[in-house]
């Protein structure tokens, strides 16, 4: 897989739509910090367990979601580039 | 305490039954104000997610809304006297616009992803909130309605005990179950909506036990009994009472034995295999279905536990099948069930059926069963576990919907009881169920309407229901004995047996072998004119 080439110009739709992945990637690594901070309560055992496994299901889902935001925010990259790339080929 | 949670397997309706778990090893400590803290904690996760999602909508929307032409504007290009000041304007060839097609979907993917997260999060915290306000509502509801009841107690001028609780006046069971919902229920069947029997029943639920306590009392005095006529008659000097009346004529119709015989399973019926409580009531719930089965049918499972262990068991009881022809499941067996002396219990037919099968199928004195029964079911389970100490091992007693109250459990088994408010039948015993490290009871009330065409929500089903919730919630006595039963039935389970057991008729006087009637002597002609007497001398 090739690394695209650094991108100069972007339309701002561009701008503004990779800072927002790139927020739902901080925010969905937050809340996996802050579930890891929930699991200390100290209930009956099996609703306890359930507790928990709910929780590391919501984490699982959680860190999907900040994977893919990450992986989107290298495709937005990719095709910014490429974007560019056409637009520059064609100016000349 | 005091718990909620969600519908189980087969759970009736949406509705998440409200569950009180009493006894076990020790009560659950649940520090609510912690619970929450970690709610809040949960909630504001779910609202950043949900915003995430949001946001990664939103880089969709955005990302959509940009073309070729947006990054022609911004390519800088060499100012040519004559000709246009921007760059040519060409559609992206195939590799940049599927580039932002997986972009795109990847925005997508994000937006998803951040939102099932947040939903399950949200359940989460939802799922904690409940529990949290049914801890919290149980301890106010207990105090307010003992102040409540203190106060009316005091203005009224009622005698209160050393506790501070009125002492019951001698009718007020009755009066409680007619200002409770007999009433109600007469005004509305006399205002043209008809006779609810379920609301009826489900509105006096409260009161069931104290009025079948209060009946007994009096129909109790018909039973000989033992230690005097001053003696306080209980549900077993009642049912005893009635026992003796024989109102079913099994004493006169069917002989003293009932028949248990071994029938095979039909073809295209696949029985659940009891590995826990719940699949275990599964299984005694199989039982009812008469259009697959001949009804009045018992079921015995034997759980392989390797070379070097005996083997265990768990037999499935189901309850009353009145209408069944023959039935070891009789009202004349559940009178005898509830009888105060432990003898006429073990005496009662469906008991000896059960022991019959569980000879038949080869329980050996010491290999671990599970005895798991529903409505009378519950109670022969609890009379076969008290009968049989030395002959079986019986280590543990599920029962669903039955009156156990009154059945003591011999030491070394336990017992696992779930009953549903307002479905009558595990109220007759007239009391609660003992509440101690080796006896757990589930009760939960749930939405009987939501179980199809039960009057009352007495099935398999509803039981189920209920202890689901109550072990969804978690409660730790509650959580020790359903382990306890699973890793009973742990293991490499056998195909179940099933076992038809039936009364047998008394052979009709036609039919009995008779002893041959002596010979009848010829009858000689009478002497001519009337017999004279005469007397001696």
Same mark, same amino acid.
């Given at each position: 897989m090739s690394i695209p080439p650094p991108c100069t110009a972007e339309p701002v739709d561009v701008v503004l739509a990779r800072r927002g992945l790139r927020g739902a990637v901080e925010t969905a690594e937050t809340v996996v910090r802050d579930l890891a901070r929930s699991v200390d309560l100290d209930w009956a055992g099996r609703a306890h367990a359930s507790y928990l496994a709910a929780l590391d299901a919501v984490r699982a889902s959680c860190a999907a979601a900040s994977g893919r935001a990450q992986e989107a925010v290298g495709l937005l990259d990719t095709f910014s580039c490429a974007a560019e790339a056409h637009a520059r080929e064609a100016a000349r | 305490m005091s718990a909620r949670g969600p519908g189980g397997p087969g759970a009736p309706g949406d509705a998440a039954p409200v569950v009180v778990v009493r006894g076990g090893t020790e009560p659950s400590a649940v520090d609510t104000a912690r619970m929450r803290e970690r709610v809040g904690v949960l909630r504001a996760a779910a609202d950043a997610l949900d915003a995430a999602a949001d946001a990664g909508g939103l880089a969709r929307v955005r990302l959509a809304a940009v073309d070729a032409a947006d990054y022609r504007a911004l390519a800088p290009v060499p100012r040519v006297e004559g000709?246009?000041? #921007?760059a040519p304007w060409t559609p992206w060839p195939p590799h940049v616009a599927h580039a932002r097609q997986r972009a795109l979907d990847a925005a997508d993917d994000v937006a998803a992803h951040a939102r099932a997260a947040a939903h399950d999060l949200r359940s989460v915290g939802d799922r904690m909130d409940q529990a949290v306000r049914v801890y919290d509502d149980a301890e106010l509801a207990a105090q307010g309605a003992v102040r409540e009841i203190r106060s009316v107690a005091r203005a009224l001028g009622l005698p209160l005990t050393p506790s501070g609780v009125p002492r019951p006046l001698p009718l007020a069971p009755v009066l409680d179950v007619v200002a409770g919902g007999v009433l109600a229920t007469l005004v509305a069947a006399l205002r043209?909506?008809? #006779?609810d029997v379920r609301r009826l029943v489900s509105s006096t639920a409260a009161d069931h036990a104290p009025l079948v306590s209060w009946l007994s009392r009096w129909m109790g005095l018909a039973s000989p009994g033992s230690?005097?006529?001053w003696r306080a008659r209980g549900v077993g000097d009642a049912a005893s009472a009635l026992s003796r009346l024989d109102l079913e004529g099994r004493a006169a119709r069917y002989l003293p034995d009932p028949v248990t015989r071994r029938i095979t399973t039909p073809d295209g019926v696949a029985l659940p295999v009891a590995a826990d409580a719940d699949s275990a009531l599964a299984l005694v719930d199989a039982l009812y279905d008469t259009e697959r089965l001949p009804g009045s049918v018992i079921a015995v499972q034997r759980v392989d536990k390797g070379p070097d262990a005996p083997p265990a068991w768990v037999v499935a009881i189901p309850g009353t099948q009145l209408g069944q022809d023959r039935t070891v499941f009789s009202m004349t067996s559940n009178l005898a069930l509830m009888d105060a002396d432990p003898e006429r219990r073990a005496g009662a037919d469906s008991v000896k059926a059960v022991l019959a099968a569980m000879q038949d199928a080869g329980v050996g004195p010491g290999e671990d069963v599970v005895l798991v029964g529903h409505s009378q079911g519950g109670m022969v389970a609890a009379t076969v576990a008290a009968s049989t100490v030395g002959t079986y091992a019986v280590r543990h007693v599920v029962t669903a919907g039955?009156?156990?109250?009154g059945h003591a459990l011999p030491p070394g088994v336990a017992g696992t009881h779930v009953e549903t408010q307002g479905e009558a039948i595990s109220d007759l015993d007239g009391a609660e169920n003992p509440a101690t490290p080796a006896r757990v009871t589930v009760t939960g009330t749930v939405d009987a309407s939501a179980g199809g065409t039960s009057l009352v929500p007495h099935g398999v089903a509803h039981h189920r229901a209920v202890l689901a919730a109550a072990a969804d919630v978690g409660d730790r006595g509650l959580d020790e004995h359903l382990a306890d039963v699973e890793t009973l039935l742990a293991g490499t389970p056998d195909d179940v047996r099933l076992y038809e057991a039936r009364l047998v008729p008394r052979p009709e006087p036609d039919d009995r072998c008779l002893a041959p009637a002596p010979a009848r002597l010829p009858t000689l002609p009478a002497p001519p004119g009337s017999p004279t007497w005469s007397a001696g001398p």
């Open positions: - | 000709l246009s000041e #921007l043209g909506e008809g #006779l230690g005097g006529p039955a009156p156990v109250a």
